[in-house]
């Protein structure tokens, strides 16, 4: 079946530090990738998409290029700041139709002045 | 556009009793999706709804769990006879028709069960 997979957190870097945290699913067909943000004390919130294979989802300074070929989705961000410390959700919608979305476990990223 | 409405927040509830939530959209959106999300994992499809018509449900959406749409607006989740693995965060989501920005969900604040 469909699956997506993350890495674990959770991830602690200094303000303005790089950051990546991986995904990769599975799935048949052609999915529409996601990822969601769950700050502290909120719901969750839609950051970023992707609808195809090389189409890159961007917003608030974060990004992720969906590559078909190695079936990844990873969210990358060249500064992150203290605000940007939230749970990261990696998500797909399953194809033919269908509207149930497969979510990662989450990433918590935590950053530091 | 006040975004997605959960009631209640918490709830607390002892084992055996019925519960149930509801959840209301963003106006103007047909589609509405619930989730339930348990400490430390991401959300779980339950089920979905277009317009009043519940037209998937996983399989994690045993008998004692019903969902309705009765008119195409809101929606209540109910569990009957509630055991202490429902304890979960359940989550609504809701997106426009499906030709305007396809495939966002929108999500709701979530009801917190605590089954003791």
């Known amino acids: 079946g469909n699956s997506v997979t993350q890495m674990e957190g959770p991830v602690t870097l200094s303000e303005e530090a790089f950051l990546t945290i991986n995904c990769t699913y599975t799935?048949?067909?052609?999915?529409?990738l996601f990822w969601y943000v769950q700050y502290p004390g909120e719901g969750l919130q839609l950051l970023l998409k992707?609808?195809?294979?090389?189409d890159k989802g961007s917003n608030k300074g974060f990004e992720a290029t969906y590559r078909k070929e190695t079936t990844s989705f990873h969210l990358e961000k060249g500064s992150v700041q203290v605000s940007d410390s939230a749970v990261y959700f990696c998500?797909?919608?399953?194809?033919?139709?269908?509207?149930?979305?497969?979510f990662g476990t989450g990433t918590k990223l935590q950053v530091i002045p | 556009d006040t975004g997605v409405s959960q009631d209640p927040r918490h709830k607390i509830t002892k084992r055996g009793q019925n519960v149930t939530f509801r959840c209301d959209p963003i106006s103007e959106h047909n589609r509405l999706y619930w989730y339930r999300q348990t400490l430390g994992q991401g959300p779980e499809f339950l089920t979905y709804f277009q317009n009043e018509a519940q037209l998937e449900k996983s399989r994690l959406l045993s008998d004692r769990f019903s969902a309705e749409r009765p008119k195409g607006s809101f929606s209540t989740l109910e569990i009957q006879r509630t055991e202490q693995g429902d304890s979960a965060m359940y989550l609504c989501?809701?997106?426009?028709?499906?030709?305007?920005?396809?495939?966002?969900?929108?999500f709701g604040p979530g009801t917190r069960l605590t089954v003791l």
């Open positions: 992707a609808t195809k294979a090389d």
């Open positions: 998500a797909l919608h399953h194809s033919g139709g269908y509207q149930k979305v497969t």
């Open positions: 799935a048949t067909g052609y999915p529409s």
């Open positions: 989501a809701s997106s426009p028709p499906e030709k305007t920005t396809p495939d966002t969900q929108y």
